[in-house]
């Protein structure tokens, strides 16, 4: 079985600061990860994955998530937050060894970034 | 390009009657999906399309059923639609499986009264 948790409804930051969104996983093989994130009133836009390699992955809107194999986790990271990047931020997993290739998704986590 | 557009973007019915929400994708990809999402809930897999011709029941399939009408376009239909549908429908479409994300349409918001 696969599952997600991101552990934070809401994550507060001021404009400049580092931010991270948290992320955790379960599954029995190995993890496929991703973020998406969601502005108001629209789809999810895809951000980043981990398949496989560098543990730190880079991607759109200056985003990175690093991969942590012994703490199952995949944190979404930027060095310096903007107030265009509050919205809601999901992670999703799915295991690699499973029959089904579906992902989970996390229930979601309001990021507000503060002038 | 327009990715992944659905219709209609908002949509208001009466308990017991039916609508077919619409997904169209012009990205040539071969997997196709409907998610809702639900405030607390994040999303939730309604069905899905993995290649054209072929369908498959995901988490929440009670009370939808789903057409793959050709490579570009996975319809979902309510047939007698309930309050606890009322939600935010999203289409997705994908290349092959997962592994280059999804493409997301921009949502139909249903109230079922």
């Known amino acids: 079985a696969q599952s997600v948790a991101q552990p934070e409804d809401q994550v507060n930051v001021a404009e400049g600061n580092p931010l991270t969104v948290k992320c955790t996983y379960s599954?029995?093989?190995?993890?496929?990860l991703f973020w998406y994130v969601q502005y108001p009133n629209r789809g999810l836009q895809f951000l980043l994955k981990?398949?496989?390699?560098?543990?730190l992955v880079k991607g759109s809107y200056g985003f990175e998530a690093e991969f942590n194999k012994s703490q199952t986790s995949f944190h979404l990271k930027k060095p310096s937050a903007l107030v265009s990047d509050s919205a809601l931020y999901f992670c999703?997993?799915?295991?690699?060894?499973?029959?089904?290739?579906?992902?989970?998704f996390g229930r979601g986590t309001s990021l507000i970034v503060h002038p | 390009n327009a990715g992944v557009t659905q219709t209609p973007k908002f949509q208001v019915l009466k308990t017991g009657q039916s609508m077919t929400l619409q997904c169209a994708q012009d990205?040539?990809?071969?997997?196709m999906y409907w998610y809702r999402q639900d405030p607390g809930m994040g999303l939730r897999l309604i069905y899905y399309?993995?290649?054209?011709?072929?369908?498959d029941k995901g988490e929440v399939p009670n009370g939808y059923n789903v057409s793959r009408l050709n490579k570009r376009e996975f319809s979902l239909r309510l047939e007698s639609a309930a309050p606890s549908q009322t939600s935010v429908y999203f289409c997705?479409?994908?290349?092959?499986?997962?592994?280059?994300?999804?493409?997301f349409g921009s949502g139909t918001r249903l109230t079922v009264v």
């Open positions: 997705a479409s994908s290349p092959r499986g997962d592994r280059d994300g999804y493409t």
């Open positions: 599954v029995s093989g190995n993890p496929y």
């Open positions: 981990y398949i496989t390699g560098d543990n």
């Open positions: 999703a997993v799915r295991d690699s060894s499973g029959g089904s290739y579906i992902p989970t």
């Open positions: 990205m040539n990809h071969n997997s």
């Open positions: 399309s993995a290649s054209e011709g072929t369908t």
